[in-house]
């Protein structure tokens, strides 16, 4: 056989045997193996979740899953006993000890379920805007945990509120996407509507001016503060009209423009007019705030005036401006006169003409 027959044989062997080593090559089975951490959306941790390549037998289900939004472990030597009752062996652990399972929620934060049931409840026998509304639930509302099919928007579907007590009960209901009936949740608890009040932050007595820092701005109870709850802005600068307690809430009642003038204060008399200030001396006969008409002793002439309060130890006193009648017309000389006008008696005084003498 000659050299060129030798390697034309070589070729075509090579050419025959190549397909065949690509068809094995395709039908050779990748080895299970574990994965360190998984996430699942339902409450069944099967043979898929926790290995790759798991062929078949994918949706065996092996373990329940961990809570809602939660995550919990498993020893890798555990997972393969449970694998290998279900005859899949030679899975590559890659070192793994510990395998993290997450199961996946969709959270509804305690805060905007408050909101949601506010909004319910607003405007509702007798009761205000949501954001004036103070709930109190009779179970801890903390946030809360759904599954992942549950997509759909929290609705509305009765709310009810006693106008005596503020007892309420409100559900909901929330959509999902697998076709199945929507979730129902149920809260229940007492609404009370509040308004910014202005509250004391110390005790105070009659008759004194409010500071900045004695008042502070709280939400009180709208039934026991009233209509006429005082701001912290009214109330600052306001002198008290009676004593109150710290912690208590200010009402408009309670305040009272404070006085610029006090009984037998020292004050300074101002007399304008047209052209004129002059200031006096003088002392208070009674208090008054800006505005108020008081009487004072003028201390110069020792007597009593009556004056308007324009500023703190200031008395304005009005002085009457002197009135001019007006000039009379001129007569009309074109005009004639009435004859029925009355005669004008002019009295004239004549001396007696004494005789001539020579």
Do not use: C, W
């Amino acid at each position: 056989m000659t050299i060129r027959t030798l390697f034309t044989a070589a070729a075509l062997f090579a050419a025959a045997v190549a397909p065949a080593l690509a068809q094995a090559s395709d039908d050779v089975i990748v080895a299970p193996a574990l994965r360190a951490s998984v996430t699942v959306t339902g409450d069944i941790v099967r043979i898929g979740d926790v290995i790759d390549n798991a062929g078949a037998a994918a949706q065996i289900a092996i373990y329940r899953a961990p809570d809602l939004g939660t995550t919990g472990s498993l020893p890798a030597e555990q997972v393969l006993n449970a694998l290998r009752a279900h005859q899949v062996i030679g899975v590559d652990t890659r070192d793994i000890k510990v395998i993290s399972v997450t199961r996946a929620a969709r959270t509804l934060d305690g805060k905007d379920i408050e909101l949601q049931v506010a909004r319910a409840l607003e405007h509702r026998s007798g009761l205000g805007d949501a954001a004036n509304l103070s709930l109190t639930f009779d179970r801890d509302l903390q946030d809360l945990r759904l599954d992942t099919s549950n997509t759909g928007a929290l609705q509305p579907v009765a709310a009810r509120v006693d106008q005596r007590s503020g007892r309420f009960d409100v559900s909901f209901e929330i959509g999902n996407d697998a076709g199945t009936p929507p979730m129902k949740l149920r809260f229940t608890g007492t609404a009370v509507e509040t308004v910014e009040a202005a509250v004391l932050a110390r005790d105070v007595e009659r008759n004194e001016v409010l500071k900045s820092s004695d008042v502070v701005t709280e939400r009180r109870p709208k039934a026991a503060v009233g209509s006429d709850a005082a701001t912290r802005d009214r109330a600052v600068g306001m002198q008290m009209r009676k004593q109150l307690r710290a912690g208590q809430a200010l009402r408009t009642a309670d305040l009272a423009k404070p006085d610029l003038v006090t009984r037998d204060q020292s004050v300074t008399l101002i007399y304008q007019s047209t052209g004129l200030y002059l200031t006096a001396s003088g002392k208070a006969m009674e208090n008054g705030t800006d505005g108020d008409v008081v009487n004072v002793l003028n201390l110069q002439s020792k007597r009593t005036v009556v004056g308007t309060v324009v500023g703190r130890g200031q008395v304005a006193i009005t002085i009457a401006s002197p009135r001019y009648a007006a000039p009379a017309a001129a007569p009309d000389q074109t005009s004639s006169i009435s004859p029925t006008a009355a005669p004008v008696a002019v009295a004239a005084t004549t001396s007696p003409v004494a005789p001539k003498t020579e």
